[in-house]
T-cell receptor
Framework: GENVEQHPSTLSVQEGDSAVIKCTYSDSASNYFPWYKQELGKRPQLIID?????GEKKDQRIAVTLNKTAKHFSLHITETQPEDSAVYFC??????????????FGQGTTLQVKP | SAVISQKPSRDICQRGTSLTIQCQVDSQVTMMFWYRQQPGQSLTLIATANQGSEATYESGFVIDKFPISRPNLTFSTLTVSNMSPEDSSIYLCSVRTGLNQPQHFGDGTRLSIL
C-alpha cells in the first residue's frame, strides 16, 4: 500500500528565515503531490501542488521540488511570516490508470514562525 | 474551486447512537472522499464515495460502521453508526472535479461522543 512519511513533525523558525518540509512516498506510481496548510480549527487548504512531469514549481514565496528517483518531495517557504504558522500536510496520489486518485497524507508538520 | 458545504458543523452525541453527515457541492464532481482527522493528527481516508454504487473503503473502515451514500454528482452522506467515544473526531468531505484536478475540503464536522 501507499505510504507517505513527513518530517520534521515540528519546525520553529525566525520571521524572515526559510522553512523546508520533506516528504517521502512509497509507491513509485504516484504522480501527483499536493501540499495543504491547515490553520487551527480550519479546513486544509491547498497551497501548491506538483505533478510527476515537473521537477519544481514556484508560487511567490512557496516552492515545491520533486525527485522521482528518490521518491521524495519538499516544500520550501522563503521569507517566512507569522501568518505562515500552521500545520502543513504533504500528500501523494496515483492520478491515472483508472485509480480513484485518492490522496494519502503525511503526518503533518507544525510550523511556528517567531516574530 | 467548488464550494463544499458540510453539515452539521459540529454535534455532541450519545454513545450508541448514529449521526449522518451531509456534504453538498455547488457543482458536479467526479470524485468525493470522506476523511477522518483525530485531534492533533493527520487526515485518514475512510472511503471513496462512488456515485450510484457502493463506496470503496480503506483498510480499517467498514460499511456497517460508516455507511456512505452518493446518489448524484453533487451530494454524499457519511453515517457514523453505533458511536463510541473513540469516534470523536473531525470528519471531512473532500472533492475533486476530475482525475487530474486539485482536491479540496469542506469545513468538516466536529463530532464528540459522550
Amino acid at each position: 500500500g501507499e505510504n507517505v512519511e513527513q518530517h520534521p513533525s515540528t519546525l520553529s523558525v525566525q520571521e524572515g528565515d526559510s522553512a523546508v518540509i520533506k516528504c517521502t512516498y512509497s509507491d513509485s506510481a504516484s504522480n501527483y503531490f499536493p501540499w495543504y496548510k491547515q490553520e487551527l480549527g480550519k479546513r486544509p487548504q491547498l497551497i501548491i501542488d506538483i505533478r510527476s512531469n515537473v521537477g519544481e514549481k514556484k508560487d511567490q514565496r512557496i516552492a515545491v521540488t520533486l525527485n522521482k528517483t528518490a521518491k521524495h518531495f519538499s516544500l520550501h517557504i522563503t521569507e517566512t511570516q507569522p501568518e505562515d504558522s500552521a500545520v502543513y500536510f504533504c500528500a501523494a496520489s496515483m492520478a491515472s490508470g483508472g485509480n480513484t486518485g485518492k490522496l494519502i497524507f503525511g503526518q503533518g508538520t507544525t510550523l511556528q514562525v517567531k516574530p | 474551486s467548488a464550494v463544499i458545504s458540510q453539515k452539521p458543523s459540529r454535534d455532541i452525541c450519545q454513545r450508541g447512537t448514529s449521526l449522518t453527515i451531509q456534504c453538498q457541492v455547488d457543482s458536479q464532481v467526479t470524485m468525493m472522499f470522506w476523511y477522518r482527522q483525530q485531534p492533533g493528527q493527520s487526515l485518514t481516508l475512510i472511503a471513496t464515495a462512488n456515485q450510484g454504487s457502493e463506496a470503496t473503503y480503506e483498510s480499517g473502515f467498514v460499511i456497517d460502521k460508516f455507511p456512505i451514500s452518493r446518489p448524484n454528482l453533487t451530494f454524499s452522506t457519511l453515517t457514523v453508526s453505533n458511536m463510541s467515544p473513540e469516534d470523536s473526531s473531525i470528519y471531512l468531505c473532500s472533492v475533486r472535479t476530475g482525475l487530474n484536478q486539485p482536491q479540496h475540503f469542506g469545513d468538516g464536522t466536529r463530532l464528540s461522543i459522550l
